[in-house]
């Protein structure tokens, strides 16, 4: 890398900048730039070309209320007047941080399919457990009761129930996958019907209230849009049979929640597992918290380890090729 080489700023944590600094310069030099690192505290906005949202950035916020690290990385990036490209922890472009870049046209892509397998995991972990009857021996043991499950209080073997899966992006292609591992049967719905190998059928959203009689469980994991939003109302929760089961791992809004809760209540729904909610967090009246057929999740399906390190990953995929791209580019 040679002294004279242009120069490009980027705006990011000064956790990422320590751990993969080193990694993010071999990747400006060899597209013939010399990076400068600008750790958010202390940034100069106007020498921020680039920004990386990462995950540790968003510890202390919730879906819809920004935290103080986010708060701080975004009163930097929303000054910096030359920004031309913003990278997001996230799977979705829906929180309010990123509206003030939408609205000036900053280009933004987002961390999709890291969280694909850990949410995957958890959405199949909770269908498996209510499926197969711990939803029932927990109750029991909290109650210091022994309450083995017999004759037709048992569960159903899980290669008789069904699964409609409402979105096929990664994670939904990932559940669908582990539920036919588990032999459960497989519909995904989605606007382009061609079939798919996660899923044993593919339909249209035009065929969903045809197929909500026929299944047991009935998994949304698909993006918040002007479309999807109320999906699920009260008229199509009432189209699931009475023993249907119903888990979010994708957005509240998707979901008619105070119909939700009364059909819950009044048993003509088995049962739910909710990762996500209209208001986060769940507020303290909400009556999902204490209904005994309903878990509860943080809006933390995604929790794991690893998780920082895929967000990283998945970001030096996007710069090297926005690299590339700059340095093919007149200047």
């Given amino acids: 890398m040679t002294g004279g080489a242009p120069e490009l700023g980027l705006l990011l944590s000064a956790k990422v900048d320590d751990a993969h600094g080193a990694r993010l ?31 540790d950035l968003y510890e202390g916020s919730s879906l819809r209320k920004p935290g103080p690290l986010s708060d701080a990385f975004f009163r930097v990036a ?11 922890c996230s799977s979705g472009l829906d929180l309010p941080q990123y509206a003030a870049a939408l609205a000036r046209g900053v280009p933004i892509t987002a961390s999709t399919g890291v969280t694909a397998a850990p949410i995957a995991q958890t959405a199949v972990a909770a269908i498996l457990a209510q499926s197969r009857g711990f939803d029932r021996w927990l109750a029991a043991q ?19 129930l069904h699964v409609l899966v409402l ?20 519909t995904a719905v989605r606007r382009d019907a061609q079939p ?23 998994v949304l994991a698909l993006p918040l849009t002007p479309a999807t939003r109320g999906l699920i109302d009260a008229r199509r929760l009432a189209r699931l049979p009475r023993h249907a089961r119903l888990a979010n791992v994708a957005r509240g809004e998707l979901v008619d929640e105070a119909a939700l809760a009364q059909a819950l209540t009044a048993g003509r729904l088995a049962g739910a597992y909710l990762d996500t909610f209209i208001d986060e967090p769940l507020p303290a009246a909400s009556p999902l918290w204490t209904l005994p057929s309903v878990w509860i999740s943080p809006h933390n399906s995604a929790a794991s380890l690893g998780h920082e390190a895929r967000v990283v990953d998945c970001f030096a995929d996007h710069f090297h090729r926005w690299l590339m791209r700059t340095a093919q580019t007149p200047r």
């Fill in 167 to 186: 979105g096929a992006g990664a994670i939904g292609q990932e559940i669908g996958r582990l539920c036919r591992a588990l032999s459960l049967r497989t």
């Fill in 196 to 218: 798919l190998p996660a899923f044993d059928a593919v339909i249209g959203f035009d065929q969903l209230d045809e197929a909500l009689p026929r299944c047991d469980w009935l």
């Fill in 25 to 55: 310069d071999d990747l400006a030099a060899a597209a013939g730039l010399r990076l400068r690192r600008h750790p958010v505290d202390g940034a100069e906005p106007a020498r921020i070309d680039v920004a990386f949202f990462s995950r």
């Fill in 78 to 88: 929303n000054a910096a007047p030359a920004l031309k490209w913003l990278h997001v």
């Fill in 142 to 160: 909290a109650r210091g009761e022994w309450a083995p499950l017999t004759g037709d209080a048992r569960p159903p073997d899980l290669e008789n």
